[in-house]
C-alpha cells in the first residue's frame, strides 16, 4: 500500500489498482510497468468482459 499523509497529519495506507489482461496462456499481464516491493499480499478481481485490442 501507498501511504499519504492526511491534511490531520495522519498516514494513510492506499490500494493501489493496475489495470492488466490475461493472456492466449492464462496469465496475467498488466498493462504498465510497475515497481512492488517483495512479499505483498495481491487480491486480483476477473472481469466478465474480453479487452478492447488496439491495432
Not at 26 to 49: A, W
Request: without cysteine.
Amino acid at each position: 500500500m501507498q501511504a499519504t499523509i492526511a491534511s490531520t497529519g495522519e498516514v494513510i495506507q492506499m490500494i493501489r489498482t493496475y489495470e492488466g489482461m490475461i493472456d492466449q496462456s492464462g496469465r496475467l499481464q498488466l498493462l504498465d510497468p510497475v515497481k512492488l516491493p517483495p512479499m505483498r499480499r495481491v487480491l486480483v478481481t476477473v472481469l466478465d468482459e474480453e479487452p478492447e485490442l488496439s491495432a
